[in-house]
């Protein structure tokens, strides 16, 4: 199946630093990404959807400035936690569609384990 | 998208068939089951998904009732790397954003 690959797969800053997580896909296409964020034993919460070319579609209570999205090309994603807090350690993840057609399917990255100090 | 209900958690004995539930009793006529599982510290993984007939590839079967109020994965022989929590998502294959929501899923407990 299609690869998405997150990096880096875990990071510890400090607090008041700004931490960037990549998420790419490898071996396709992806003009929509989706970012989600995952507290311990909870499930997947949705932070925003990122089109390839324009702003990001952020969920209620998400931050926008907090949470900076650029999908500057048809492979890559980044989100950047501005000024992070212990507040914001969490599991992110990012998901794609293959192509532009609906295949009924997503494929996920690995995930990216964010702690901060 | 439509709301599913699942057990938290269950157990199964490894080499045995795992049977996990989902209630989808408000399914619309153009909504799709899917499945989707995660490991611990990994992003989900998918697994299968159908609309009203029963579907089967290398990883799993899904049934669906008749009435697509509810559906059932089955993993046929189930190994200690199935532990997982397993996630029924019912949504519109064809809607604009493609994104999923996550319910709490079935916490899947394969023991030795």
Known sequence: GAVVSQHPSWVICKSGTSVKIECRSLDFQATTMFWYRQFPKKSLMLMATSNEGSKATYEQGVEKDKFLINHASLTLSTLTVTSAHPEDSSFYICSARAGLANTGELFFGEGSRLTVL | ?112
Request: hydrophobic share 30%; proline share 4%.
């Open chain 2, 1 to 112: 998208d439509a709301k599913t209900t699942q057990p938290t958690s269950m157990d199964c004995a490894e080499g045995r068939a795992a049977n996990l539930p989902c209630n989808h009793s408000t399914i619309s006529g153009n909504e799709y089951v899917y499945w989707y599982r995660q490991i611990h510290s990994q992003g989900p993984q998918y697994i299968i998904h159908g609309l009203k007939n029963n579907e089967t590839n290398e990883m799993a079967s899904l049934i669906i009732t008749e009435d697509r109020k509810s559906s059932t994965l089955i993993l046929p022989h189930a190994t200690l790397r199935d532990t997982a929590v397993y996630y029924c998502i019912v949504r519109v294959a064809h809607n604009a954003g493609n994104m999923l929501t996550f319910g709490g899923g079935t916490r899947l407990m394969v023991k030795p």
